[in-house]
């Protein structure tokens, strides 16, 4: 498993645009691998749900919600990956949550949180209309 931090979350209007950064760091002694990285969201009174994933290829996946507007990408100099989030809505209001995965990434594009083994703490994004 590895150590995820979010970043860069906030308030702003309907139509305005945030960037998340996800800080990703080794366990000590871990030699794990991260074979696909994801972004996910969790509303109050609502279950998790995937936003947007990327695997070790560069090759991402998105939810139709957000397709348009979402731009997942990674530094992988950085070891950082980005949510570039535009035209955001009411909607989008959540907790927004880095998830990695080291193990086979097993239908990582599908955005399912057990497709997932690691996790960060999340970043609140509100958006008001």
């Known amino acids: 498993q590895v150590q995820l931090v979010e970043s860069g979350g906030g308030s702003v209007q309907s139509g305005g645009s945030l960037r998340l950064s996800c800080a990703v760091s080794?366990?000590?002694?871990?030699?794990?691998?991260?074979?696909?990285m994801g972004w996910f969201r969790q509303a109050p009174g609502k279950e998790r749900e995937g936003v947007a994933g990327i695997d070790s290829d560069g090759k991402t996946s998105y939810a139709d919600s957000v397709k348009g507007r979402f731009t997942i990408s990674q530094d992988n100099v950085k070891n950082t990956l980005y949510l570039q989030m535009n035209s955001l809505k009411p909607e989008d209001t959540a907790m927004y949550y880095c998830a990695a995965d080291t193990t086979v990434g097993y239908e990582w594009w599908l955005l399912r949180p057990s497709s997932f083994n690691s996790w960060g703490q999340g970043t609140q994004v509100t958006v008001s209309s």
């Open positions: 080794p366990h000590t002694d871990s030699t794990d691998s991260i074979q696909c």
